[in-house]
């Protein structure tokens, strides 16, 4: 079945270093894939979404890039700043009303 | 924030006893869900709505019941609370039947179960 595999946590980063979250899926067909985060006591927020092959989503800083031939949606940013300290969820949809998550990455940034 | 309200945000109740979490939404769309958040487990799929008394089970259904009898609400209920449901529960809503419309939360129900 469909599924979503991210790296385990917890990551600990300095500020300005360089993040990257591992993000690998399987599915049939073409799902859409999406990266959310997660702030102490919050909901999840989307953060940045593809929808198809070799789409980069992209927002504040982050981006990810939708690969089909290594099925892999990986979040990177350059530069990390402290108030990125959050939980990141990797998801994909395949049919637009399923939603299929991983376990979550934790991240913390210290000064 | 899309205009998602979960109630109550936090509770704690009695072994047996039977609670209802409420999910109040003011965007119209059709799609609701009810996730439930544990540490190691990630988010797991309780129930669903598709639209006005239609719901469906997702993975994690047993001991859980839904309701969803106007478009903006959606009522998750645990007929007799068990310590195994102690959880944050989130409310998401989607405008559905696209493969790029994504999921919005609320905030969150911290439920403990005594």
């Known amino acids: 079945g469909d599924s979503v595999t991210q790296m385990e946590g917890p990551v600990t980063l300095s500020e300005e270093a360089f993040l990257t979250i591992n993000c690998t899926y399987t599915a049939t067909g073409y799902p859409s894939l999406f990266w959310y985060v997660q702030y102490p006591g919050e909901g999840l927020q989307l953060l940045l979404k593809a929808t198809k092959a070799d789409d980069k989503g992209s927002n504040k800083g982050f981006e990810a890039t939708y690969r089909k031939e290594t099925t892999s949606f990986h979040l990177e940013k350059g530069s990390v700043q402290v108030s990125d300290s959050a939980v990141y969820f990797c998801a994909l949809s395949p049919t637009g009303n399923q939603f299929y998550f991983g376990t979550g990455t934790s991240l913390t940034v210290i000064p | 924030d899309a205009g998602i309200t979960q109630s109550p945000r936090h509770k704690v109740t009695e072994t047996g006893t039977p609670v209802t979490l409420r999910c109040h939404q003011t965007?119209?769309?059709?799609?609701m869900y009810w996730y439930r958040q544990d540490p190691g487990h990630g988010l797991r799929l309780i129930h669903y709505?598709?639209?006005?008394?239609?719901?469906d089970k997702g993975e994690v259904s047993d001991g859980y019941s839904v309701s969803r009898s106007k478009t903006e609400d959606f009522l998750l209920t645990l007929e007799s609370a068990t310590s195994s449901q102690t959880s944050v529960y989130f409310c998401?809503?989607?405008?559905?039947?696209?493969?790029?419309?994504?999921?919005?939360f609320g905030n969150g129900t911290r439920l403990t179960v005594t």
């Open positions: 709505s598709y639209g006005v008394k239609d719901t």
């Open positions: 998401a809503i989607s405008f559905g039947g696209q493969g790029n419309s994504p999921l919005h």
């Open positions: 965007e119209n769309h059709r799609y």
